[in-house]
């Protein structure tokens, strides 16, 4: 599973949220829950939201 991936989606505001944020549809970002969001998405996801993913990803900001 990909409970990272999951908690990242959570905490930058579910699925909907996410899907706005990227330009792409909701089903593309329910997708990533079974498959994990992909690295270019994941990407620019860090660059926005930096400290929420420093947190989950690697406990917490540098």
């Excluded at 997708?31 to 929420?52: D, F, M, S, T, V």
Aim: glycine share 12%; charged share 20%.
């Amino acid at each position: 599973m990909h409970a990272k991936d999951n908690e990242f989606i959570d905490a930058l505001g579910g699925v909907t949220k996410v899907a706005k944020i990227c330009g792409i549809t909701r089903g593309a970002v329910s997708q990533w829950r079974q498959r994990g969001i992909p690295k270019a998405q994941l990407n620019y996801l860090r660059i926005l939201h930096e400290e929420i993913y420093l947190y989950i990803f690697h406990g917490g900001a540098n």
